[in-house]
């Protein structure tokens, strides 16, 4: 388990710390408070602590020095620095150290619970300690909309981001195969795009290379026929695909971008011919989702869940697919969002579904084309099985307690299974993260959006009773998390529209 260090010279802020962050949920026991920096480094040197909380004016020894020294001395500890004194000269020293973030006093809740989980998540990791980190870490929370409008703005100031353009979109370069290089295609997109467009760039968790570009007339058509051109150049198309997102024009919506991005390398085909990929199926509606949750449910054989072939007949005589193929695509872009969801990292499936099968379903029709569709959610739910079957029975029992508790609407906490089942919670939080590559309560946030997915079909419902069904005490942070989810207010994702 991961131990944390809080160090401020106010006990006030001490219990704000200790008390506003699910510690044992990221897997983080009781964590350890210090008056000052002398005090830190004392209980640093009786043991060593992974992630360092200072405030940057204590007595005797503050923020700026203690982490001076903890670099020196315990380099791999991650550091969170906060301050009362917005002054630039503050944060590029903080910069300089490679602090995860540093936050402003008083300190929002909303706030620090997204810096520390993203430090949490590159201790699971074991990324890097070095001195981009924070630029890094507010990238990947902007592409993921966990970063607050107010934030993003402060932290562009001191980063150099420009959050005044017309324009925006994210664009991911990913290996072909595992033994494929793009490095010299990824130099050669800076390079080119730099001329054009202000281009933010990292790594995300995935192995993607992603690309934050901003300015003026960012189409799609046209940035895939630049870098189209530019792969055949440099002969990279047998080494890297692209994926490009829409633009948005609010850089607090460039999340949506990013999702398709996303979407894409999760249905990516290493065989396609093409450079560029593209989606040929629905990914942001709800429909899509209903089918998503539907194959959850059948997956984990949730009571009342459809069966294979009743799942497959609804999909194959529903209106928006006309034939098996069309079926089978929809089919696996939501196996692949249940998978990628429930077990992220995991290996893509698609070259997996046997050829002489694919070629079967795309010359079938009427009960054959059904039954073959039903096939293939028997596969899948094998291939399911064999995923959960391969983490710990605490961890499965742990997820299944979740889909049951977010089902009955009993809300659900890691102290409350903890108690139940007897074994620690920062245990539990520790290794529910280390299996899964999810912390419980994000897994518990996303569990109860993917069931409101479902109650939000039902007529006459409505947002604050889906709210309370799935769990969530109010409805404003239902919203907020639903918004963060799914890119839309669930008030318009109902209706099909975006915001």
Same mark, same amino acid.
């Given at each position: 388990?991961?131990?944390?260090?809080?160090?401020?010279?106010?006990?006030?802020?001490?219990?704000?710390?200790?008390?506003?962050?699910?510690?044992?949920?990221?897997?983080?026991?009781?964590?350890?408070?210090?008056?000052?920096?002398?005090?830190?480094?004392?209980?640093?040197?009786?043991?060593?602590?992974?992630?360092?909380?200072?405030?940057?004016?204590?007595?005797?020894?503050?923020?700026?020095?203690?982490?001076?020294?903890?670099?020196?001395?315990?380099?791999?500890?991650?550091?969170?620095?906060?301050?009362?004194?917005?002054?630039?000269?503050?944060?590029?020293?903080?910069?300089?150290?490679?602090?995860?973030?540093?936050?402003?006093?008083?300190?929002?809740?909303?706030?620090?619970?997204?810096?520390?989980?993203?430090?949490?998540?590159?201790?699971?990791?074991?990324?890097?300690?070095?001195?981009?980190?924070?630029?890094?870490?507010?990238?990947?929370?902007?592409?993921?909309?966990?970063?607050?409008?107010?934030?993003?703005?402060?932290?562009?100031?001191?980063?150099?981001?420009?959050?005044?353009?017309?324009?925006?979109?994210?664009?991911?370069?990913?290996?072909?195969?595992?033994?494929?290089?793009?490095?010299?295609?990824?130099?050669?997109?800076?390079?080119?795009l730099g001329r054009q467009y202000e281009v933010y760039h990292c790594w995300n968790e995935r192995g993607i290379f992603v690309l934050i570009l901003g300015g003026r007339l960012l189409g799609r058509m046209e940035l895939e026929h630049q870098l189209r051109a530019l792969a055949g150049q440099l002969d990279a198309a047998g080494h890297a695909l692209v994926a490009v997102g829409s633009a948005v024009t609010d850089p607090q919506a460039l999340h949506l971008s990013y999702s398709m991005v996303c979407d894409m390398a999760e249905l990516a085909d290493p065989a396609q011919p093409d450079v560029i990929l593209s989606l040929q199926a629905d990914t942001h509606s709800l429909d899509a989702d209903s089918l998503?949750?539907?194959?959850?449910?059948?997956?984990?054989?949730?009571?009342?869940?459809?069966?294979?072939?009743?799942?497959?007949?609804?999909?194959?005589?529903?209106?928006?697919?006309?034939?098996?193929?069309?079926?089978?695509?929809?089919?696996?872009?939501?196996?692949?969002?249940?998978?990628?969801?429930? /077990?992220?990292?995991?290996?893509?499936?698609?070259?997996?579904?046997?050829?002489?099968?694919?070629?079967?379903?795309?010359?079938?029709?009427?009960?054959?084309?059904?039954?073959?569709?039903?096939?293939?959610?028997?596969?899948? @739910?094998?291939?399911?099985?064999?995923?959960?079957?391969?983490?710990?029975?605490?961890?499965?029992?742990?997820?299944?307690?979740? @889909?049951?508790?977010?089902?009955?609407?009993?809300?659900?906490?890691?102290?409350?299974?903890?108690?139940?089942?007897?074994?620690?919670?920062?245990?539990?939080?520790?290794?529910?993260?280390?299996?899964?590559?999810? /912390?419980?309560?994000?897994?518990?946030?996303?569990?109860?959006?993917?069931?409101?997915?479902?109650?939000?079909?039902?007529?006459?419902?409505?947002?604050?009773?889906?709210?309370?069904?799935?769990?969530?005490?109010?409805?404003?942070?239902?919203?907020?998390?639903?918004?963060?989810?799914?890119?839309?207010?669930?008030?318009?994702?109902?209706?099909?529209?975006?915001?």
């Amino acid at each position: 388990m991961y131990r944390v260090l809080l160090v401020d010279d106010e006990e006030s802020v001490l219990k704000v710390l200790k008390t506003s962050i699910d510690w044992l949920a990221l897997g983080v026991d009781t964590p350890v408070t210090a008056a000052d920096g002398v005090q830190a480094l004392e209980a640093m040197e009786r043991s060593p602590f992974h992630l360092l909380i200072a405030d940057i004016k204590m007595p005797r020894m503050g923020g700026l020095e203690l982490i001076r020294r903890v670099r020196q001395l315990y380099p791999e500890t991650r550091c969170i620095l906060l301050t009362a004194y917005s002054e630039f000269d503050y944060a590029k020293e903080a910069i300089r150290l490679g602090v995860e973030n540093y936050l402003l006093k008083p300190v929002q809740k909303e706030e620090l619970e997204s810096t520390v989980q993203n430090a949490m998540a590159n201790l699971y990791s074991h990324r890097g300690n070095g001195g981009n980190l924070l630029y890094e870490n507010i990238l990947h929370r902007w592409l993921a909309g966990a970063i607050s409008g107010e934030e993003l703005s402060e932290r562009a100031g001191v980063l150099g981001l420009n959050l005044f353009l017309p324009q925006y979109c994210a664009v991911g370069i990913l290996k072909r195969r595992q033994d494929s290089s793009t490095a010299l295609f990824r130099s050669a997109c800076l390079e080119q795009l730099g001329r054009q467009y202000e281009v933010y760039h990292c790594w995300n968790e995935r192995g993607i290379f992603v690309l934050i570009l901003g300015g003026r007339l960012l189409g799609r058509m046209e940035l895939e026929h630049q870098l189209r051109a530019l792969a055949g150049q440099l002969d990279a198309a047998g080494h890297a695909l692209v994926a490009v997102g829409s633009a948005v024009t609010d850089p607090q919506a460039l999340h949506l971008s990013y999702s398709m991005v996303c979407d894409m390398a999760e249905l990516a085909d290493p065989a396609q011919p093409d450079v560029i990929l593209s989606l040929q199926a629905d990914t942001h509606s709800l429909d899509a989702d209903s089918l998503i949750e539907d194959l959850r449910s059948f997956c984990y054989g949730a009571p009342g869940a459809k069966d294979s072939h009743a799942l497959a007949s609804q999909l194959y005589w529903s209106v928006p697919y006309k034939d098996a193929a069309s079926c089978l695509q929809h089919l696996l872009y939501a196996y692949l969002r249940v998978k990628s969801g429930e /077990f992220p990292g995991s290996e893509n499936v698609q070259e997996q579904l046997p050829e002489h099968f694919m070629s079967r379903l795309s010359a079938a029709s009427g009960d054959e084309a059904a039954h073959l569709l039903g096939v293939a959610l028997d596969w899948m @739910h094998a291939d399911f099985d064999k995923r959960l079957d391969a983490l710990s029975p605490i961890v499965r029992l742990a997820i299944r307690y979740i @889909h049951d508790s977010v089902r009955t609407g009993d809300g659900g906490s890691i102290k409350e299974f903890s108690a139940k089942s007897g074994v620690n919670p920062a245990y539990l939080g520790h290794l529910f993260k280390e299996e899964t590559g999810n /912390f419980f309560n994000s897994y518990l946030t996303q569990c109860r959006i993917n069931r409101s997915v479902v109650l939000l079909q039902k007529p006459g419902s409505k947002i604050k009773d889906v709210a309370s069904q799935v769990g969530f005490a109010s409805t404003s942070y239902f919203v907020r998390c639903f918004r963060e989810s799914k890119g839309v207010s669930p008030a318009r994702f109902r209706l099909g529209r975006e915001d």
